[in-house]
């Protein structure tokens, strides 16, 4: 059962307004961290984290060369941001890759609360606000999210191969000499249906104790069975994982594709309430 990473887009949408009497005035934002970088100009936003510990990750952001990577603060969090590339920052693997980059320093010592890829506030001003409008929100999700990352199971399978084992299981399955052989298709795929989707359920079943949280995607493609994501305290990794083993173990009929950890995108749903703001989580 192959454990795999790889550059991923933050697909968050997002849920609640706050007021806008939180925001702050000129006078009550702290200086820059970056007093070298320009105040005004679009920023690229990558997460945001509670702000305590070392925050400046230096230039690993998304931008060819790498951009800096820095908090903007208000009200006890920490926004990190880059300069941004511009106003809209396309998908390429260079791109997708400074993002990952970024959320997975991130969450080597923080709880995170990951933004979609492509996020992009007008100016340092704009990030404080955002920070500021929607802090009770932010707060309530990073409490939520405390200590947790999200683990991503995908199971595939060949239709034949199951088709074959449920046939050697149960020879009523096998075609009659007088059985049309559409007929046949159609009692194999019920067949195949409803013991692919027995599986699944038993498979996130007995995962399910081991998470805080489930979120199952729709599958993609033909071969796929399960997409599903795991919200997971970082102490239970390992048991986890285990668990996920042990269960792959027991079947030579399904591919397991087992991912992670990740910035916790499945399990994030907060809209900032800010006209120029995208997504924030999944």
């Known amino acids: ?65 790498a951009t800096e990577v820095y908090p903007v603060r208000a009200e006890g969090l920490a926004a990190l941001v880059s300069l941004a590339p511009g ?38 001003a704009r990030v404080q606000e955002l920070l500021c409008t929607a802090h009770r929100e932010l707060t309530q999700v990073l409490d939520a999210l405390e200590g947790k990352v999200e683990l991503g199971l995908k199971v595939l399978f060949h239709r034949e191969h199951l088709v074959q084992r449920l046939v050697l299981e149960d020879a009523r399955l096998a ?26 359920r038993a498979l996130v079943d007995g995962l399910s104790p081991r998470a805080a949280a489930t979120h199952e995607h729709p599958p993609v493609g033909e071969r796929m069975l399960l997409n599903a994501a795991f919200l997971v305290e970082r102490a239970g990794l390992e048991a986890f994982e285990e668990k996920v083993r042990s269960l792959a173990a027991r079947s030579d009929t399904y591919a397991f594709r087992y991912t992670g950890p990740w ?17 924030v989580g999944t």
């Open 1 to 65: 059962m192959p454990r795999t990473t790889r550059p991923r887009k933050g697909t968050a949408r997002s849920a609640s307004r706050a007021s806008a009497e939180r925001v702050p005035s000129k006078s009550r934002q702290p200086p820059s961290d970056t007093p070298h970088l320009p105040l005004e100009g679009p920023r690229y936003l990558y997460g945001i984290v509670r702000d305590a510990g070392d925050l400046d990750l230096g230039r690993m952001g998304v931008g060819v060369p």
């Open 87 to 124: 106003w809209v920052v396309d998908p390429t693997r260079a791109h997708l890759l400074g993002h990952q980059r970024v959320t997975e320093a991130l969450l080597r010592e923080h709880t995170l609360l990951p933004v979609a890829f492509g996020t992009v506030l007008a100016s340092e």
């Open 175 to 200: 075609r009659a000499p007088d059985e049309p052989e559409a007929e046949h298709e159609r009692r194999l795929d019920a067949a195949v249906e409803d013991r692919a989707r027995r599986d699944m």
């Open 263 to 279: 910035a916790p995108y499945s399990f994030v749903d907060v809209r900032l309430g800010l006209g120029d703001a995208d997504a």
